[in-house]
Every structure is written in structure tokens, then in C-alpha cells.
């Protein structure tokens, strides 16, 4: 049967970053161009593309056909958090020496931000760096953790402590790879979309109230591309601004330090994924403004009813990590973004407009987190 649907077009984005300046470009059916997405990048055919299990078994054919004229050494990794370690690090360079890789070669980044984060690092310290696409394949890659740079692993002493800005050299963005993702997944994804709505775009949060954040769970293409060009826009013009995180890329932080102290208090081992606690973090964000007369309830009333309409996790699930709240703002204050022990939180002013609050008052957020236990 022939298809009579219009096809969708892909869209692209520059981020403006100088000589580092790149790239995204999004759309359905993209990993089957991927070789037509490649051309000029590297002067040799030669590509190391690096994923993990579960998404070679779903997606790794597609990529092979799509890359058949060239040169392809595969890494193919387990999947998971875990993976973010030196030893799996160590264990993919010396993958990359093993198929006697170089500079003028490329590293396609096929996964979600696990694999993102990592391939991102090696490339940058094989043979002092080596360039690197990202071919994302989880909304929450697609939207956050492939734009920006920022490439990491883990250690005992917390995560993404190890690791390097190192910009990719494009961001090829297929929004088909999304169909095969699990609900948990793509509503963690989402998380990060909101985020951006909320942080600087009231516009966009608008929108996504008024049935675009219900159509992008529903996997609907067109608006998938466009609210994916939109996040990955704005995160853009922030990293643009600042892209070491000096300043103002504090911003996208948004929910994420309520939300790490929940995810170190659920003791990461799947119970709570980072977005599902970046969804919680930015209502209790809202909360707290509202209490401490910052922010309008009816802005942060807003924020919960559309949660409870796209049934993403709110801080009514929580009661099981809220009972101690004591350990809670402990686990704030080991936030990366902290200063001299002083905590600091991002908070909404309304809908559209945040600011970076550097002493949070640590009494305040306690009295805060103890109402939220007792309420819970
Ligand atoms: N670098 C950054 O700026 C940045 C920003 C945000 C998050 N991160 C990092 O990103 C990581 C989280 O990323 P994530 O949520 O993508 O997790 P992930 O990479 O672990 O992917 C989640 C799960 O989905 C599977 N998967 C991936 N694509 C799939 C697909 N198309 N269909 C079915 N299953 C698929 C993976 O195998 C994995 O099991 C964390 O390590 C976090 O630190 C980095």
C-alpha cells in the first residue's frame, strides 16, 4: 500500500558556540539517513559507535544498514546507571585502541545519556580528543543531556564527578527511536520538557497545558519534533550564555536539587529515575516559593494539575523518601551547585521566570520538607 501521509520534515538548530558551534538536527526516520547526516564530519570512513545492549537489540540493525558504506567498529556496552564507571571507561578506550582508531576518526553516541555521558568523555580524552555525534534515542537525551557538552561518569564519591565539557560535533535527533521507549522513560523525559516551559517559556508551558504535553506522550510526530526543537532551543541559548556553568546554566537545574536529594534518598537502583525525580523536584520548587511568598499559588496550582493530568510523579507519591526530612537537606546540601555549604536553589518567580537563589535558608527549607512529610 502506498503511504499518502505528508512526511514530516526534520528541523535544525545551530548552537552558537564559536569554533565549537554545531548542529541538531530533528525528525523522524533520521538513524536510516545517518550516513547522509555523517558527510563531512570526519575525513576518514571510519566510525566507532558505542551503545548498549538494549538499544543495539532494538535500534542496532537500522544503524548498521544506515552505515554500510562505512568503516564501523562496534562497542556495545550493558546497560544502566552502572555503566558510568572508570572501569567500563577504561574497558571502551581500549576498544577504541583495539580497532586502531585516531584523531580523523569519529565516535557515534548511540543511546540515551548514559551512553551519551560516557562515549561523550571517552572521545574526549582518547588520544587527547577525538570528534564525537550524538544520536540520542531517549526523550530525555534528546531534550537535555546531548546538547551542552557536559560528558561524565560516576565514582564512589557521587555522580558525574569525573568528566569534561567537550562539545559534539553534531546531534542527529530521531524521534522514531522514542516508539520502542518504556512509558516510565518517556514521562522521565518529559520531566525535562516541562522544565523548560517552566524556567523560561511561558508560552511553551501553555502550550504543553493545553494538550501538546499529552500529545508528546502520545508519541504524536509533529509535535514531538517541534517540542523538542523548543527545549533543545532554549537549553541552547543558555549553554550559548554560559557554557561552563559559571552563571545562568545554573537555571536548568530547575527541580534538581529537591529532586537529587529524593534520588540519593531512594539509593539509586531504579526506584526513582532522574526525571521522575526532576517532576517532583519542580513542584516542591514551586511549593516552597509559594511559601516563602515568592511565587503566586496559582502558578504552582497550575504546575500539580498538569502533572496529575499527564500523570507524571508528583510529591503525592512520595510519602516512602519524604518521612526524614532532616536527611533530606542533607542530601541537598551535597549538590554540586552549592557554595561554602550554602544552599542554593532554583525558584520560580511565576510561570516563565526563575532566578538563582544562592542562600537559600536552610531553616526555611527544613520547616518546608517537615510540612511536606506531615501533609504526606
Ligand atoms: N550531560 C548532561 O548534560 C546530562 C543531562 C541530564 C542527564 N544526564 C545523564 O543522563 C543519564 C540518564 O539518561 P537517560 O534517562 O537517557 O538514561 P539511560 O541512558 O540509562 O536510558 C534509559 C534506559 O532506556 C533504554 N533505552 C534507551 N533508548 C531506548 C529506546 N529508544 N527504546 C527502548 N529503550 C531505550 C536504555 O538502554 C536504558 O535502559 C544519567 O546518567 C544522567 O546523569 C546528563
Request: aromatic fraction near 6%; charge should be neutral; proline fraction near 3%.
Given at each position: 500500500m502506498i503511504d499518502t501521509r505528508t512526511p514530516i520534515p526534520s528541523q535544525v538548530l545551530g548552537v552558537d558556540l564559536g569554533d565549537r558551534s554545531y548542529d541538531i538536527v530533528i525528525g523522524p526516520g533520521l538513524l536510516r539517513n545517518l550516513n547522509q547526516?555523517?558527510?563531512?564530519?570526519?575525513?576518514?570512513?571510519?566510525?566507532?559507535?558505542?551503545?548498549?545492549?538494549?538499544?543495539?537489540?532494538?535500534?542496532?540493525?537500522?544503524?548498521?544498514?544506515?552505515?554500510?558504506?562505512?568503516?564501523?567498529?562496534?562497542?556495545?556496552?550493558?546497560?544502566?546507571?552502572?555503566?558510568?564507571?572508570?572501569?567500563?571507561?577504561?574497558?571502551?578506550?581500549?576498544?577504541?585502541?583495539?580497532?586502531?582508531?585516531?584523531?580523523?576518526?569519529?565516535?557515534?553516541?548511540?543511546?540515551?545519556?548514559?551512553?551519551?555521558?560516557?562515549?561523550?568523555?571517552?572521545?574526549?580524552?582518547?588520544?587527547?580528543?577525538?570528534?564525537?555525534?550524538?544520536?540520542?534515542?531517549?526523550?530525555?537525551?534528546?531534550?537535555?543531556?546531548?546538547?551542552?557538552?557536559?560528558?561524565?561518569?560516576?565514582?564512589?564519591?557521587?555522580?558525574?564527578?569525573?568528566?569534561?565539557?567537550?562539545?559534539?560535533?553534531?546531534?542527529?535527533?530521531?524521534?522514531?527511536?522514542?516508539?520502542?521507549?518504556?512509558?516510565?522513560?518517556?514521562?522521565?523525559?518529559?520531566?525535562?520538557?516541562?522544565?523548560?516551559?517552566?524556567?523560561?517559556?511561558?508560552?511553551?508551558?501553555?502550550?504543553?497545558e493545553s494538550g501538546l504535553g499529552q500529545r508528546i506522550l502520545d508519541l504524536d510526530e509533529v509535535s514531538l519534533t517541534e517540542a523538542i526543537h523548543v527545549s533543545c532551543a532554549t537549553k541552547a541559548k543558555i549553554v550559548a550564555q554560559d557554557e561552563r556553568e559559571g552563571g545562568v546554566r545554573a537555571l536548568l537545574n530547575l527541580g534538581h536539587t529537591f529532586g537529587h536529594a529524593l534520588e540519593l534518598q531512594a539509593g539509586y537502583d531504579g526506584d526513582l529515575l532522574h526525571g521522575e525525580a526532576v517532576s517532583v523536584g519542580m513542584e516542591m520548587a514551586f511549593r516552597f516559593a509559594v511559601e516563602q511568598g515568592l511565587c503566586d499559588a496559582t502558578d504552582a496550582d497550575r504546575l500539580t494539575a498538569h502533572l496529575a493530568a499527564t500523570q507524571m510523579p508528583r510529591i503525592s507519591d512520595m510519602a516512602h523518601l519524604l518521612h526524614d526530612p532532616a536527611a533530606l537537606l542533607i542530601h541537598m546540601g551535597q549538590d554540586k551547585k552549592n557554595d561554602n555549604g550554602h544552599l542554593t536553589l532554583i525558584l520560580p518567580r511565576r510561570i516563565g521566570e526563575t532566578f538563582i537563589e544562592k542562600r537559600a535558608d536552610r531553616e526555611s527549607v527544613l520547616r518546608f520538607l517537615t510540612q511536606l512529610r506531615d501533609e504526606a
Open positions: 547526516q555523517l558527510e563531512g564530519l570526519s575525513p576518514t570512513a571510519r566510525i566507532a559507535v558505542i551503545t548498549d545492549e538494549t538499544v543495539h537489540t532494538l535500534h542496532g540493525a537500522t544503524l548498521e544498514a544506515a552505515l554500510s558504506e562505512r568503516q564501523t567498529h562496534m562497542i556495545i556496552r550493558p546497560a544502566g546507571e552502572a555503566q558510568k564507571s572508570l572501569a567500563n571507561l577504561e574497558e571502551i578506550l581500549n576498544n577504541l585502541f583495539n580497532a586502531g582508531l585516531n584523531r580523523s576518526d569519529l565516535v557515534v553516541a548511540f543511546g540515551g545519556g548514559v551512553i551519551g555521558d560516557l562515549a561523550g568523555f571517552a572521545a574526549s580524552i582518547y588520544k587527547r580528543g577525538m570528534p564525537f555525534v550524538q544520536v540520542p534515542t531517549t526523550l530525555l537525551s534528546q531534550v537535555d543531556s546531548s546538547v551542552g557538552g557536559k560528558t561524565a561518569i560516576n565514582n564512589r564519591f557521587g555522580k558525574n564527578l569525573i568528566g569534561a565539557f567537550y562539545q559534539p560535533q553534531k546531534v542527529v535527533t530521531d524521534t522514531e527511536l522514542l516508539r520502542t521507549l518504556p512509558v516510565r522513560e518517556l514521562k522521565a523525559g518529559y520531566a525535562e520538557v516541562l522544565k523548560y516551559g517552566l524556567l523560561g517559556d511561558s508560552r511553551f508551558f501553555n502550550q504543553l
